[in-house]
Each structure stands twice: as C-alpha cells, then as structure tokens.
C-alpha cells in the first residue's frame, strides 16, 4: 500500500468494536511497543512499525467468525488493542464487496496489512489529482506519515477483504484517525 487507511468510525461506518486485547495480538503488540519507544520520526516510526506487522501479521482468525462478517451497509472497524499510554491503536477492518471510504487524511502515521481479500486503494495529492492507485493483496504491508496521505480505499472484488490498521494515536480516545475529509 502506498498510504494509510481509515481505520476507525468514518460518518459511513459503524462504530468501532472496543475490546480487550486478544492474546494472538501479543507478539505484534510487544513489537509495536518498541518500535514507538525508539522515538523517532513519523516516517521512520511508521517504517518500524511495518516491519513489526510484516513479522507478527495475524490471520483473519484474530476476528471472531461473527467480526469478519462485516456489516451490509458500510465497512466495520474492530478495535483489537490501544496501549495504555494512548500512543498507539491496532483495529481490524472488514469490507464486504463495494465498500469505500471517502476522500481523506490523518491524524498521524500508519501502518496497514492486508489479511483477506483485496482492498484498491485511490491516492491523491494536495489539489484531489489521481496520481496512483494499487490493489493491495492478502501480506501487503506498508505506512505512511503525512502529509501526502490523502486517499480512498474500496473492495472491488467480490469477497469480503481484513485488513490490520496500526495508529500512532488512541483511536478510542479521538475516535477516528482521519483529520478531514475531502468529499
């Protein structure tokens, strides 16, 4: 992917699920944790972080079979952890065929993997031109730091597609990761 995702509640999505840490998670977690403690940059922070997530990326079974279901009327986020001290949140994502998000931005860094399905992803720069798209695929993994995140992301295909959304921020807290949006 070449830029982040919304993970959390958009006007359009449900609100996302709060629960309590899932054990598979503890290995990402742990990695996480450190990769933020290094205290660097945004950019290399989210770089860190994706590395973190390409080793420790979980199977869609860190969703119950009921949560990887998805909802009928928009894309549905899964809150699966947000460290104590606030400085990071992992949610899971699920897109039933045809869901989008708006044209937006974020708040901080991102890092995102792919663990079913497909999501195509729009980019755009500061004036809203097109000026890449991608298909990310099940193990993709990748982040950005704005600025220059400003995308959409959809599945067009027609099986539900999970992705892992990592945040430098509380998404419990702020309750969304996006800054604007821009349609």
């Known amino acids: 992917m070449n830029s982040g995702m919304q993970a959390s509640s958009m006007t359009t999505a449900h609100a996302p699920t709060v629960t309590r840490t899932r054990a ?15 205290h660097v940059d945004w950019s290399s922070t989210a770089q860190l972080v994706a590395e973190q997530l390409q080793r420790h990326l979980p199977s869609p079974d860190v969703l119950t079979a009921q949560e990887r279901l998805g909802a009928v009327d928009a894309y549905q986020s899964h809150t699966l952890h947000v460290e104590s001290d606030g400085s990071f ?24 993997g792919v ?3 497909v999501e195509h992803e729009e980019l755009f720069d500061a004036n809203l031109n097109p000026i890449g798209s991608s298909d990310n ?12 995140d400003i995308h959409r992301v959809h599945n067009t295909a027609n099986t539900t597609a999970i992705s892992v959304h990592i945040y430098g921020t509380d998404v419990a807290r702020i ?3 996006v800054r604007r949006f821009y349609n």
């Open 175 to 177: 309750g969304s990761s």
């Open 137 to 148: 695929r099940v193990g993709d993994v990748s982040g950005f730091a704005p600025p220059g």
């Open 24 to 38: 598979e998670l503890a290995g990402l977690v742990a990695g996480v944790r450190t990769a933020v403690g290094a």
């Open 89 to 112: 949140s992992i949610i899971a994502v699920v897109w039933r065929p045809g869901q989008l998000t708006r044209i937006h931005d974020h708040v901080t860094w991102c890092v995102v």
């Open 115 to 117: 663990i079913q399905g």
